[in-house]
């Protein structure tokens, strides 16, 4: 039974199918344990279901594009929302990837989520891929209450970096924004634009050569003092990354360069083992994406 806060987006007829994918989630308790259910399930936006991956009360949802990717004019959006102490995790199986766009029109990927009273929401996709030529346009957007508890991960690439002649900051433009809002006010509001040649140009020095930037939020009304601290050591402990960790209230965001994919994922898995046993009482174990 759908709580009289949730309100699924309808897909609209005029939606060319394959074209906008959609998914409306529904986080709700059953007893103690958060089931998810799924509704206006448009393709190519799909799932592989979840599972219990802790034995526990927290689902795990594995999303997955089943056209492979973003082609020009693409649209993908997922809805999430939390009925109060709801707890889950969203990844996905597969990085997303953004191919060129040769008709002046973009290729976007739209996330928003609501977290209700005394939730967990943790949100650990895979990273953001833009090909030669392309377009991009990500919303990221989040509502939280009070006390609520978010770990939300953020990773971009400067392209496909070991693809024949790299592609290595070749894409044509890019909007990318993650927001943030606990009791309706923005807390975070992180944005990259980029839509001429020299403003992608600078990404090189601005990225200090590196060629991936992941970035960690974490939010809870209890984190402990000093956490921030030990983000920043365990994000830095990877070779060759320069990363850091900043605290505000009990906001914790830490901002990680790497010049190879998997020493961000290290980066980034560092940071969840060192706030998971905060944010969900339980430590941080690889997810289990099968």
Same mark, same amino acid.
């Given at each position: ?141 989040? $509502?939280?209450?009070? =006390? ?9 690439? *400067? +392209?496909?970096?070991?693809? &024949? %002649? ?61 956490? $921030?601290?030990?983000? =920043? ?9 320069? *990363? +850091?960790?900043?605290?505000? &209230? %009990? ?40």
């Amino acid at each position: 039974m759908q709580s009289a806060n949730f309100k699924p987006i309808t897909p609209n007829s005029e939606w060319i199918v394959g074209k906008y994918g959609l998914m409306n989630v529904h986080c709700q308790l059953r007893g103690e344990k958060t089931i998810i259910e799924p509704s206006n399930w448009r393709i190519p936006m799909q799932w592989q279901g979840y599972h219990y991956q802790n034995f526990d009360d927290q689902p795990y949802m594995l999303l997955l594009n089943s056209g492979g990717g973003f082609v020009e004019g693409d649209v993908s959006h997922l809805t999430v929302h939390m009925d109060d102490r709801t707890r889950a995790l969203v990844t996905t199986t597969a990085s997303s990837k953004f191919y060129k766009c040769l008709g002046g029109h973009k290729s976007t990927e739209i996330v928003d989520v609501h977290v209700g009273a005394d939730c967990l929401f943790e949100f650990y996709p895979d990273e953001a891929i833009p090909f030669r030529s392309s377009r991009v346009e990500r919303l990221n957007r989040f $509502e939280l209450q009070s =006390s609520s508890r978010l770990f939300a991960t953020d990773m971009i690439s *400067a +392209g496909r970096v070991h693809y &024949g %002649n790299p592609e290595i900051f070749d894409f044509d433009s890019m909007y990318s924004e993650f927001i943030i809002t606990i009791d309706g006010r923005p807390v975070i509001i992180d944005r990259i634009v980029a839509n001429s040649p020299s403003e992608i140009a600078a990404f090189h020095d601005l990225w200090k050569g590196c060629h991936h930037m992941a970035t960690v939020y974490a939010y809870a009304n209890d984190l402990p003092k000093g956490i $921030e601290d030990a983000v =920043s050591e365990q994000v830095a402990n990877v070779e060759a990354a320069i *990363a +850091g960790a900043s605290r505000i &209230g %009990n906001l914790i965001v830490a901002r990680i360069l790497a010049k190879e994919t998997w020493q961000a994922h290290e980066a980034v898995y560092n940071a969840w083992q060192v706030l998971r046993p905060s944010l969900a009482y339980k430590e941080a174990r690889p997810i289990r994406k099968c």
